[in-house]
């Protein structure tokens, strides 16, 4: 957590990543100490996952962001982001509100039963199967009959949440959210529900019971690395190359900057510069 805690934010939870133990940033240290140049280290492949059990890592979190039927608060109860969003672009949302002064410390998803009773959630809660009850006694999960009491469950100002759910629950109907565009992408919209219309991310809460599930901010792994040029090879800050040394995936800075272009991104530049710095090395 060091390197992460360094370059990134030290609000960063201990033992939230979804990537390998292993992964701690030793090759980037090692390509450092022969004077390679990183970039990119305050990035990584974010994804907000449901929040921990004791002992437990954090359960993956997809398309249940932009299903219709739900939306994310902070600790204010109020939203702050497209939750339809790319899970790196989340990630990016949460980072720049705590850059700026006003970062959010808690995340809930709030969702009624028709949305538990359509969606798998967590990867492993299926249409119609109750949250679990270790969830509630971890505090991770609440449920209420009514908005008010479920966000006195949450511990959230139940005013501000009251207004967060009327103003959504208004949007929705229209088939629009003017507060953040959630639904006007074709990444938002693969990811929602075709068969509610207008917008097929968009559908308000009107009858309970009401559920809020807590978030975490985890991800698949770190994105910032060593910097390598278009063969793969590791360059120094003054753009010189280190003779025979390479470096490819999450090793190197993303290949694709600050943005996340789509499912699969890490594992093709792997792919793609481990046959590039292969022929480079052939060649040499």
């Not at 979190?61 to 299903?67: D, F, I, K, T, V």
């Not at 359509?118 to 908005?147: C, H, K, L, N, T």
């Not at 278009?230 to 993303?254: K, P, S």
């Amino acid at each position: 957590m060091d390197m992460r805690w360094k370059f990134q934010s030290e609000s960063l939870g201990s033992n939230l990543s979804l990537g390998a133990e292993s992964n701690t940033g030793d090759a980037i240290r090692i390509g450092q100490d022969i004077g390679a140049d990183i970039a990119l280290m305050d990035q990584s492949w974010w994804f907000p996952a449901v929040a921990p059990l004791p002992g437990s890592a954090p359960a993956v979190m997809l398309a249940e962001r932009s299903l219709p039927g739900s939306f994310i608060v902070d600790e204010h109860g109020k939203r702050f982001v497209n939750e339809s969003t790319d899970y790196m672009s989340f990630g990016q949302r949460l980072l720049e509100l705590e850059a700026a002064g006003t970062p959010v410390e808690t995340m809930w998803i709030v969702f009624d039963q028709q949305y538990r009773n359509s969606y798998v959630f967590a990867a492993e809660r299926f249409p119609r199967m109750p949250i679990p009850r270790r969830w509630y006694d971890a505090g991770i999960a609440v449920r209420a009959q009514d908005v008010h009491e479920l966000a006195t469950k949450m511990g959230v100002p139940v005013d501000e949440f009251g207004a967060t759910v009327t103003r959504f629950n208004e949007n929705s109907f229209a088939g629009e959210d003017p507060d953040f565009g959630r639904g006007r992408s074709a990444y938002d919209r693969y990811y929602g529900d075709p068969t509610i219309t207008p917008n097929p991310n968009l559908r308000p809460l009107v009858k309970g019971p009401f559920y809020a599930v807590k978030l975490v901010l985890s991800d698949l792994g770190t994105c910032g690395g060593l910097r390598a040029d278009e063969r793969a090879r590791v360059q120094r800050e003054d753009d010189t190359v280190i003779d025979g040394l390479y470096a490819i995936g999450n090793t190197a800075a993303n290949a694709f900057g600050k943005i996340y272009p789509g499912a699969g991104a890490t594992i093709a530049q792997g792919l793609v510069y481990g046959y590039v710095a292969a022929l480079d090395a052939a060649r040499s």
